[in-house]
């Protein structure tokens, strides 16, 4: 009988501590499947882009191609080669607050709302059949009317701040690309960035048979 006891208390401590282990395992399963803030952000920006892969659709909705035509890649913003392209953008003037056409000089806007679900810019990769893909979605606001709107502080998405863009007259470069001081962020939601997330310029992008017209 001792050792039926013995016997029986150690397999019930054996299947306790298998308990314990299946738990802790399921916890961290749960855990590892919750996603983070910013994970959970860039999927709700992806579920309300998605249909603008057909530029179609994107046009159908009000965004317009960058009345350049230009295709935008690194040498176009005086970087190195090596860091890749934009591409051709397509705004939304309403949700700038933009008059177009715009006024002589820098076009600027004056709408100094973000909506995270409404980016204000899609860029696309042209391709050699005359078709594009679209790679980034892009967030832009004007400073003036940003401070206007009463902020502070420069505008963030998911924790990153955008990009201050401002021209600077000292070089032969146009850094603001023809608007007003402005601030602007890329997430490249539909191509990969080895560069980052956010960053300006993505080298998996390319810009062929792209003309760069001013």
Known sequence: MRYATVW?????????????????????????????????????????????QDVNVAVQDGYIPDPSGACVDAAMVGAPASLGAMGLHYLRPDLLGITMPPAPGRITGTDGVIDDLQPDVLVYEPQADGSQKLVAVEYLVFEKAWQEAGNTTPPTFAGTPFVHMVDDPATEMDEAHDFEPHYELHVWLYRENPNGRYAELNPNVTCPQAAHSS
């Open 8 to 52: 029986s208390a150690l397999c019930m401590s054996a299947l306790v501590a298998c308990s314990g282990q299946d738990a802790q395992q399921t916890e961290g399963a749960e855990q590892a499947a919750v996603p983070s803030p910013e994970e959970a952000a860039l999927e709700t920006v992806r579920q309300a882009t998605e249909k603008y």
